[in-house]
């Protein structure tokens, strides 16, 4: 079992930043690819990027590329989401989670989530 918790979000305005960490509990942190999802009410839940195990490789969605950067501590079994230039579109319940396979833009390839924590961007 890996425990999953997300912290770090808020509300923010418009071009601000926020940086989100996931902290994980369980089995070997470094033995999980990674990833975040979000979900905005009334909306499907969506990838927004991912890391490999040993943190060397990375995939964004269009819509965060060149402004969100992930990015993970293996010693701190950690994960981050720095979020820069952020809009409100950008609001959503963000969720991080674990896979024991890849890092997928799939939610089903993931074994493991996070409560989620809230994002908040005001125009």
């Known amino acids: 079992q890996v425990q999953l918790v997300e912290s770090g979000g808020g509300l923010v305005q418009a071009g601000g930043s926020l940086r989100l960490s996931c902290a994980a509990s369980g089995r070997t942190f470094s033995s999980y690819a990674m990833g975040w999802f979000r979900q905005a009410p009334g909306k499907e839940r969506e990838f927004v990027t991912g890391i490999n195990r040993g943190g060397t490789r990375t995939y964004y969605a269009d819509s965060v590329k060149a402004r969100f950067t992930i990015s993970r501590d293996n010693a701190k079994n950690t994960v981050y989401l720095q979020m820069n230039s952020l809009k409100p579109e950008d609001t959503a319940v963000y969720y991080c989670?674990?896979?024991?396979?890849?890092?997928?833009?799939?939610?089903?390839?993931?074994?493991?989530w996070g409560q989620g924590t809230q994002v908040t961007v005001s125009s």
């Open positions: 989670a674990a896979s024991s396979t890849y890092y997928g833009v799939v939610g089903r390839e993931y074994d493991y």
